[in-house]
């Protein structure tokens, strides 16, 4: 069955950078769109971004637009999302999804 491991969150001052990746097994990969999903303490799942199967399309949410990049290493079985520029408004879990179905997350804090 689909299983999504999220690693890299951390606490990370307002303006720095971290890369999650997410692990991804139990289906074809190199085939699969993925989308990365954040939620904030108290609040609803908010999209993130989407990558298409060989990684040549690639949408953003406004709210990261510029600041995050979302990438893929088929080979590796492997989603990344590099997020730069980090504000204390991007503090949230993070998960990896395919098709409704999410990892156990990574917490990213932004805070100094």
């Known amino acids: 069955q689909v299983q999504l491991v999220e690693s890299g969150g951390g606490l990370v001052q307002p303006g720095g950078s971290l890369r999650l990746s997410c692990a991804a097994s139990?289906?074809?990969?190199?085939?699969?769109?993925m989308s990365w999903v954040r939620q904030a303490p108290g609040k609803g799942l908010e999209w993130v971004s989407d990558i298409n199967g060989s990684g040549s399309f690639t949408t953003y949410a406004d709210s990261v637009k510029g600041r995050f990049t979302i990438s893929r290493d088929n080979a590796k079985n492997t989603l990344y999302l590099q997020m730069n520029s980090l504000k204390p408004d991007d503090t949230a879990v993070y998960y990896c999804?395919?098709?409704?179905?999410r990892g156990q997350g990574t917490q990213v804090t932004v805070a100094s």
């Open positions: 999804t395919k098709e409704g179905v």
């Open positions: 139990g289906f074809t990969f190199r085939t699969s769109p």
